[in-house]
């Protein structure tokens, strides 16, 4: 009776997944997300912030840069020149303008890489549904963060996600800035950024046991 | 027929259909809970204490919802389907006796929607017109995946009803040995199954005393084929090719929504229970069971039949779930070869071999 025999390893598998679910042996697979919420990998791209330095200067020189690497086109930059009395930004001009319409955004980072200054970064975030088109709009209101390093947010009390992960950066930054060489591993190689920051470098390849893997050289 | 007569005619047809409606909504959240304990999941848990107020949420969400009437649909047939569907379901369990017949005031009330004397011809009758309902939706909507689910659906149906017979037959054969002459009746079928085997065997009695006397067990074989073939009569996985959700999208229901698809939601689930409830009164024995009277309240008394009752279809409804949670679906010549070359002449051999043991036991030896 080979079939009953299957049939019975069978029943037994997903009976004894029942019992131990029922009486708490078993792990769940689900994250009951608004209550709790899973560990983020380092690299997790949400959504973005515009930085500013440890001194309050913004770091965005309005370039357009990210507008230009942005593949959904939903970023909207205009630069104009700094007030020489009072610059906003140690460049010549500063983003007059800077809009990310998240409703387009595909989270591809590729304005991080872009950008020179470092400027723009993304954070752990992800919480960001609206009810209206408009507010899927985010500007200079919502992604500046202010001279001592808060970063705002669309709806500060309404919000369901840990807004302390808007105070964390996207691994991407940490772990190649700002040339991408392999010998800048775990050294910190990105300026300094207002606010209380603890933004390490990603540890490095040997710390993720992953050198042999690679070889001793590395890419670079 | 006096005004009492029809006034408990009328109650007993309400509280049997009351019943299934409560029992339908706990079922539907009861596979969802018991199928996520499988998967290691939570499962509904939002409306009400442990989300039990899921399947009315759902249930609301569809009544207010757009029936949509495709362009391309056979009117007539397409807005019937659905009815079709649900009113054989509840039929089914009409036949049902739910609990031992109690009196109130000299009137004996029987708790069964209606006690015919061919009430397993009836359940068959209408567990292939059931089929008529699928078929009809799969053809009507004008869409080629219900029209595949439809054209499935009446090669599984006539493949199982035949299975499904043949399993009963024995069964009633059986129960003819079991008293004064055969029945169709199930309040009958279930009198019958009433005490223990204590007096079969009589060096075993010390044993058999404590065995209740319920036709699985001389009858298991039955039970087997009948099981197989209610899971498929239903279109419950593993044999839900009829709607076989990553082939043929919905199948028949594709094209429905709002009432239209709750109803044969609500269909698949009443013939998922008026099914079990049949197994568990043809097999299990349906409401008998000790009732201790005397040691306990009457009201524990009269109540502990439905009590029973319910255990067992419950025990048959969670196998159910339990082999949807546990198999793939079964390709389509494997349901076939499955129904036309194991169950069917495993039924009819099943019901020679009955034959032969009950006409030994009531003849004795052809050559005597």
Known sequence: MGIVNELWKGLKVTGGTMLRTMFGGSELVTTQFPKETRQKPQRFHGRHVLNRYPDGMEKCIGCELCAGACPADCIHVRGADNNPESPTSPGERYGYIYEINMLRCIFCGLCVEACPTEAITMTHLFEMSTTNREDAIYTRKELLMDPSGNVPHMFPDETIGDLSELESADGWMRATAPSGVAAYEGVKMWRDTAGERTWDPEPTQEDADRVSEYGEEGDG | MTWTEFGIVVLRVVLTFGLLMVLTIVNVWMERKLLADMQSRIGPNRAGPFGILQTVADGLKLFFKESITPRKVELAMYVLAPFLAVIPAFLIFMMVPWGAPFTIGGHEVVLQGADLNIGLLFILAMSSMAVYAVVLAGWSS?????????????????????????????????????????????????????????DVIPALEPILQFVPRWNIFPQIVAFVIFFVAIVAETNRAPFDLVEAEQEIVGGFHTEYSGMRFAMFFLAEYVNIFSMSAIGATLFLGGWNGPVFEGAVPGFVSAILPTVYFLLKTYAIVFLFFWIRATLPRLRYDQLMTLGWKRLIPGALGWLVLSTVVIAYRQFGPPWS
């Not at chain 2, 009803?161 to 043949?166: D, F, S």
């Open chain 2, 142 to 198: 004008g869409s080629k995946y219900p029209l595949i689910g439809g054209v499935r659906a009446t090669a599984q149906a006539i493949s199982y009803e035949a299975a499904l017979g043949l399993s009963m037959v024995a069964v009633v054969m059986f129960t003819a040995t079991q008293g004064e002459g055969g029945t169709l009746s199930l309040a009958e079928i279930v009198n019958r199954q009433a005490g223990t085997w204590g």
